[in-house]
């Protein structure tokens, strides 16, 4: 059945990369209220080509922020039902002097697609939408029931998410989940199995009533951005080793078996350092690898205060500003982790200054998908039949924050099947995509729903039923 569908979208490339052109000029970024405009172009996309692929019952869920998008193929009765996940919002472009084409204008570069969301995740998105469409437009049908979910606010945390599900949790059940996001982490073949969780902090420190003039007051108080870079600075020590207290509590750090399983991997460290001419920093009793998907993180964002315009302005600020994220592992709560960084800072405040440190965007912890998931086997099989090879089980340093609430909300896991690679420089100026990604991805996702459907149908569980057991262990 996928050979066929394969087949169809042999030569398309062109053609897809034409709509992929389309909806990356959509500037749909979650964060800024000024792009609006461009998450409502997004959905209008999405909805005019999901009509287009035959999906039904097309609607858009509202949970109070950025409205997902919803819709079905449900005509395989007694068959069990698959959510496939992807996200339409992007990371702002900033900053702009920094891009090498307009960020929001798809750019054919060689062999690779430039603009804000190429890869991340409009790239990976369009493989999947691409590949639902050949598949109905081939067989006339799928090897099970299925439903699409395209969210707004992945990139800010999915806020509104669980109470989508909360409104219209009977509309999205489904037994298993297959989402476009997530990438290779630089191997392939490769499993992705798991990820980091996340949480997210700003931090408003005040050491005066207003800013004063350096002349007059300059030596006898405190500068609110010299206090926020030394309790910023306090998060660490000089190499890196993260210094909050129980962030590193010895029942989450790694243990024997999972360095082993990293050290096979054999990453090259000079080489993913010089994808982006970089320097290693970090615990020096991890490797590079380790500290990327086994240990946790505390990252400082971005810092502002003072003046930073033309020129010069001769003040002592009164206020500054940073944002903080924490990736976490498993074991690891994100409220209690916040809890921790927040006492740490506190504590590390110069006495009398004013720090205000809250949470913002949600948080979501680490995930791993269980050996024994159907979608896990089948990705295994048609990789190992597409590649001679067997594929790698990687964790992905990032965070998939609905993993987490599709575990929750739905009792369903989830396969991450993206296709993004380091070299595309997600959330950075100048991301791309591959066009090779493309075309991989375009014979990887047609066979892996054959398969997935091949798998559910060696056993007939119940109707809403978990279709684990049909796997097999």
Known sequence: MSERVVQHLEGMTDEIIERLR???????????????????????????????????????????????????????????????????????????????????????????????????????????????????????????NLKVLFEGEEEIGAPSLP?????????????LVLSADGGRMGFWPALNVGCRGIIKLELTLETSARDLHSGRYGGTTHNALQDMARLLASLHDNEGRILVEGMLDPSILPTSAQRAEVAELGLDEDAFFATFDGMAHGDPAYTAHERLVLLPTVEINGIWGGYTGPGSKTIIPSAAHAKITARLVSGQDPDAIAQAIKRHLEAACPKG?????????????????????PLLIAADRILRRETGKAPVRVRH??????TSIFREKLGADTLMFGFGLPADGVHAPNESYAIESIREGLRCWPMLISEIGAIVAEEKPAAGASPRAAAGA
């Open 353 to 373: 200054a004013r720090l205000v440190v809250k949470t913002y965007g949600g948080g979501a912890p680490a995930y791993t998908l269980p050996k024994d998931n």
């Open 397 to 402: 340093g990032g965070t998939l924050p609905v």
């Open 22 to 144: 389309a909806y990356v000029a959509c500037a749909s970024v979650s964060a800024d209220p000024a792009f609006a405009a461009g998450m409502a172009s997004a959905r209008e996309f999405l909805m005019n080509r999901f009509a287009k692929v035959g999906l039904e019952n097309l609607q858009l869920l509202d949970g109070g922020g950025h409205p997902a998008i919803y819709g079905d193929w449900l005509h395989a009765p007694g068959k069990p039902t698959l959510l496939v996940y992807g996200h339409y919002d992007v990371q702002p472009p900033d900053p702009l002097d920094q891009w090498q084409t307009p960020p929001f204008e798809l750019t054919r570069k060689g062999d690779r697609l430039y603009g804000r969301g190429a890869s991340d995740n409009k790239g990976s998105s369009t493989i999947a939408i691409e590949s639902l469409a050949a598949f109905l437009a081939v067989e006339g049908e799928f090897p099970l």
């Open 163 to 175: 109470k989508i599900f909360d409104q219209s949790g009977d509309l999205l059940k489904a037994d």
